[in-house]
């Protein structure tokens, strides 16, 4: 192989995980190769048309994979430089601090985590300043202490969005404003780069005002020489040397073509599905069930939660344009009338007719599609689906991969669904009296795909990380049990879902992960803290190489450096 095939460390994917670490890295010095399947989202108007993106699916891949029947799915899934976060709807929680811990749910057991919540918490403060988090903290009854005030203020709730948090709070919820990662100046409409627009959740940004990992991270790593970015370079395998301990080889398909690189660190990235697809391909005579998989867990515990889309159609017209500002979280735990964890009750995007329209919903009775989405608040509730072995990753003969997924812990769900309907029944409009809120409508998620195993968006859990190598593939600092120079960043690690989103604690932890790298390859931390410096994005404002979980920062974003350079 050519000296420049040869790097010092290889990352796999440009998401949350692998994007945040090239960033966290970059001013390393170290060499770095980030390979990524895909190419740049176009910047043109589709970006912002619902329906390109959510009936004609434009972005989401074309690939096919099977359910356990044979059957085809169509994921919806996104291969760019940024990952999912390019289309993610930027909602940025932490885990709560008992989501570290095991849980009794209705269905089981969540497992607890090898790492404590104190552990992550720096990597969190981290991770809100360099994704922008615009939050409140104290609003939330369930939110982890956290050392910092969020880096922005909330973004403010619409109207309608306002008047139902009145009616939360007189029912006795504490509602809360969502933390977000968009880059809205609210103060300066003039100059914000985010313009509040009805197209974010699920949509690319046209403006590049979102938080995403393409705009903060990879791009802004590529400012150093020492980094490397290949589009377009789909991972197909890794080979290890004769001792099966090292991956020597990263095999990549480019424009047809097979080419082969090596790093002394690899660090696989490519979302929890395609990791372990990835490790399962590259199976050889050291490591038959796959790479990394002594304890066959690679592939096994697939988590992707489960969500549902529930409009509430109102009287009352509902004309918010930017709706995912509004969360409750007073459910999560359990309520007096059901012990057990039921999960997180948020929004998505302002629904339109258009994407009504390809879910085909039932409609609701003297309503056609354009009325129901001018009148109807359209919440996203998201409950904790546990750990089975059983759903799982696997690849076919074809080497096509296959989802393997029974639904676990509904009880859960339906309960944290009667809640909400409970509480939305109380709630007294001022013009229509109780009737306003003429009940809630399931509707299809998956727009355009009937097939809700597809939906993969919060996809975790398949190379879980623990402390015993026989029951995880990952030790605590998510490198393979089995390899010396293996790292794993995505949502594989998750050892449970959780009910919150999961991006702001796959950059947490990338950013962890980076430091025990940084800490590996004995970079000077003065070095990377001059070299942070010199980047027109890095501030290196505080450097701390003391203690194992200090974390090491070249950037401690503020809002004017972060926004000058969108
Ligand atoms: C519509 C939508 C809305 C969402 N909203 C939210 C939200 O509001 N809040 C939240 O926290 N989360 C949200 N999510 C989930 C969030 O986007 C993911 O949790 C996060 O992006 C996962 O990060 P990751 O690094 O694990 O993987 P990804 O971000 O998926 O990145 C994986 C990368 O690896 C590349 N890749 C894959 N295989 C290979 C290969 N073999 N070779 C080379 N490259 C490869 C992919 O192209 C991709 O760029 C949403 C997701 C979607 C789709
Ligand atoms: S302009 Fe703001 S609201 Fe619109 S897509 Fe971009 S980040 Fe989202």
Redesign the pocket.
């Known amino acids: 192989m050519s000296r420049e095939n040869q790097f010092d460390l290889v990352i ?7 994007g945040t670490l090239a960033y966290h890295l970059a001013p390393s010095g170290k060499r770095i190769l980030i ?4 190419g740049y989202v176009p910047r043109e108007k589709d970006n912002w048309n619902p329906k390109a993106v959510n009936v004609d699916a434009k972005y989401n891949t074309k690939e096919l994979w099977r359910d356990v029947d044979g059957k085809e799915l169509h994921p ?10 390019k ?7 932490r885990l709560r601090q008992k989501d570290f811990g095991e849980i009794r749910h209705h269905g089981g057991i969540s497992p607890a985590w090898p790492i404590s919540y104190d552990e992550l918490e720096p990597y969190y403060t981290q991770a809100e300043n360099l994704y922008q988090v615009h939050g409140n903290r104290g609003e939330d009854p369930t939110e982890p202490p956290a050392g910092k005030a969020y880096p922005w203020q909330a973004v403010s709730h619409e109207a309608r969005i306002q008047h139902l948090a009145d009616d939360f709070r007189a029912a006795g919820l504490n509602p809360f404003h969502t933390p977000l990662g968009v880059m809205l100046d609210e103060k300066n409409p003039r100059l914000s780069p985010c313009i509040r627009c009805n197209t974010c ?2 949509f690319p940004c046209l403006v590049h005002a979102k938080s995403d ?1 393409q705009v903060l991270c990879v791009d802004p790593a590529l400012q150093y020489p020492n980094v490397t970015l290949l589009t377009n ?4 395998r890794l080979e290890t040397d004769r001792s099966g301990h090292q991956v020597r080889e990263v095999i990549v398909e480019r424009n047809g073509v097979l080419e082969t690189y090596s790093g002394s660190i690899v660090v696989v ?4 599905i ?1 990791s372990a697809a ?1 490790l399962l391909r590259s199976a050889n005579d050291r490591h038959p069930n796959g790479l990394a998989n002594s304890s066959d867990v690679v592939g096994r515990h697939y988590m992707g939660h489960t969500n549902s889309v529930l409009m509430a159609i109102s009287k009352c017209p509902n004309p918010t344009i930017f709706q995912k500002t509004l969360s409750v979280n007073d459910f999560y735990f359990g309520s007096k009338d059901f012990e057990y964890p039921m999960g997180h009750i948020s929004f998505v995007g302002k629904l339109d007719a258009i994407t009504l329209r390809a879910g085909a919903p039932a409609i609701a009775p003297g309503f056609t599609l354009e009325l129901m989405a001018k009148h109807s608040l359209d919440f996203w509730l998201t409950s904790e689906d546990l750990p089975d072995p059983n759903n799982r990753v696997t690849i076919n003969r074809d080497g096509e991969i296959v989802l393997t997924y029974t639904p676990n812990n509904l009880k859960a769900h339906d309960q944290l669904k009667a809640h909400l309907q409970s509480v939305m029944k109380q709630n007294t409009c001022s013009i229509h009296g109780h009737e306003c809120h003429k009940g809630l409508f399931a509707r299809s998620l998956y727009v355009g795909q009937r097939i809700p195993l597809a939906g993969v ?3 975790n859990g398949t190379i879980r990380f623990g402390l015993d190598s026989k029951t995880s593939a990952l030790d605590v600092n998510c490198k393979a049990h089995d390899l010396d120079n293996l790292y794993v ?4 690690f998750f050892p449970s879902s959780a009910a919150v ?4 604690t ?1 950059v947490a932890n990338a950013l962890r992960v980076g430091d025990h790298l940084l800490r590996r390859l004995r970079v000077p931390i003065v070095e990377y803290a001059a070299n942070g410096s010199k980047s027109t994005v890095a501030t290196g404002s505080w450097i701390r190489e003391d203690a194992e979980s200090s974390p090491i920062s070249h950037a401690e974003a503020t809002g004017d450096q972060i926004l000058a350079s969108c």
């Open positions: 796999i994917g440009t998401g949350a995980g692998g390979l990524e399947r895909g919806h899934t996104n291969y760019y430089v940024g990952g999912n976060t289309f993610y709807g930027a909602a940025l929680f959740d699920g990992a370079a789909l991972v197909k990235s490519c979302g929890a395609n990835l968006a919060h996809q960043v995505d949502g594989s989103n999961p991006a702001l796959i």
